[in-house]
Nanobody, 126 residues
Framework: QVQLVESGGGLVQAGGSLRLSCAASGRPVSSYIMGWFRQAAGQEREFVAAISRFGSNTAYADSVKGRFTISRDNDKNTVYLQMNSLRPEETGVYYC???????????????????WGEGTQVTVSS
């Protein structure tokens, strides 16, 4: 129903910033609650941020509150994750995901998401 492609990853120094993008195709991104998840090497994939269909509600992992901002531009079928003050432990592959449930409340549980991108690598050097 929807395809997701992440971009914007790269190498940054600790304390630096990076903006990730998630481009959706196949269906309007406004059809979905959208989320970002991170998977570090050897670790489980974990929740980072999520946003309701029109951006009115957001949710964040406690560790990123105040530093990361999730946003969306439904006209461009794109979701963003602005990451500031990055830490080395936040190195990993960042995945964009779409949740099709009709209730427009951001979900923090990766098991509830229906569609996933292939991820983009973020490396934060100390």
């Amino acid at each position: 129903q929807v395809q997701l492609v992440e971009s914007g990853g790269g190498l940054v120094q600790a304390g630096g910033s990076l903006r990730l993008s998630c481009a959706a195709s196949g269906r309007p991104v406004s059809s979905y609650i959208m989320g970002w998840f991170r998977q570090a090497a050897g670790q489980e994939r974990e929740f980072v941020a999520a946003i309701s269909r029109f951006g009115s509600n957001t949710a964040y992992a406690d560790s990123v509150k105040g530093r990361f901002t999730i946003s969306r531009d439904n006209d461009k079928n794109t979701v963003y994750l602005q990451m500031n003050s990055l830490r080395p432990e936040e190195t990993g592959v960042y995945y964009c995901a779409a949740h099709r449930r009709p209730r427009d409340v951001p979900s923090t549980r990766l098991q509830e998401y229906d569609y996933w991108g292939e991820g983009t690598q973020v490396t934060v050097s100390s």
